[in-house]
């Protein structure tokens, strides 16, 4: 009797992405390229030019940062610079009955510019890559133990988050914002810092019951995507324009 032959496996090949983690890493470090070296005449031009590059590539963590919440953040970075910034200047601007100077005003754009492309850099780069990648980087790159910290550090922010919210909902809803707010934002305080360094502390337990060393941690390679090594070209190439230009 003839022997049915078996149909051979099928290997499915997933596509090569546009943008790998290595072209992530390197969109993040230009834009803090782009908004931490130029001085201040400079440095809101290159903030704009990255903050539009961030846009396109971007677009959920444009939408996240968009909430409310951080647009009144962004508000009172703004308000904080432009009131208390260069105390020495001369104010030269008068709007609507307040007088300003040009510098304070140029140094809140900036300040405000900065922290918006910082945070949405680090959104994107959070969102697109896989933070072990980033941790086998620096493995490799002879930091041993930094790569477990930082995944440490990366796998708190979720719970981080949640909690917050779990305890800003339970004091609300108890009323603990009515009459004494302050201690209310203590306790929420409180609450989020202890939650987090008890989840970081069984983490840490975890790693020792698993006999876990540095010297032997495992290194994921970088996912190198089509338009990678074009990105780290042109990465650098504007990074030293900004900076030399």
């Known amino acids: 009797m003839l022997k049915q032959a078996q149909p051979a496996a099928i290997q499915l090949s997933t596509p090569k992405p546009w943008i790998g983690s290595l072209g992530h890493l390197s969109i993040f470090l230009w834009a803090l390229v782009m908004v931490l070296v130029p001085s201040l005449a400079k440095g809101i031009i290159s903030?704009?030019?990255?903050?539009?590059?961030?846009?396109?590539?971007?677009?959920a963590a444009v939408k996240r940062l968009a909430r409310p919440r951080w647009l009144v953040i962004f508000g009172i970075l703004f308000l904080v610079n432009l009131f208390f910034g260069v105390s020495d200047q001369v104010p030269d601007l008068s709007i609507l009955g307040f007088s300003f100077s040009s510098l304070n005003i140029l140094s809140s754009i900036q300040m405000t510019l900065r922290a918006a492309v910082i945070l949405l850099a680090a959104d994107g780069l959070s969102s697109s890559v896989n933070i072990v990648e980033v941790a086998g980087l620096l493995e490799r790159s002879g930091m041993r133990g930094l790569g477990f910290s930082i995944g440490v550090a990366t796998n708190l922010l979720p719970d981080l988050r949640q909690s917050g919210m779990n305890a800003w909902h339970s004091l609300r809803m108890r009323g603990g914002f009515?009459?004494?707010?302050?201690r209310g934002m203590q306790l929420l305080v409180v609450t989020v810092f202890s939650n987090a360094l008890r989840h970081a502390e069984q983490i840490i337990l975890a790693a020792e019951v698993r006999a876990f060393q540095p010297e032997l941690s495992r290194n994921v390679p970088l996912r190198i995507g089509?338009?990678?090594?074009?990105?780290?070209?042109?990465?650098?190439?504007?990074?030293?324009?900004?900076?030399?230009?």
């Open 47 to 59: 903030a704009l030019f990255a903050l539009g590059i961030l846009l396109l590539i971007y677009p």
């Open 178 to 182: 009515r009459a004494e707010w302050w």
């Open 226 to 245: 089509a338009m990678d090594w074009w990105l780290v070209a042109g990465s650098f190439i504007l990074g030293i324009v900004s900076i030399f230009g």
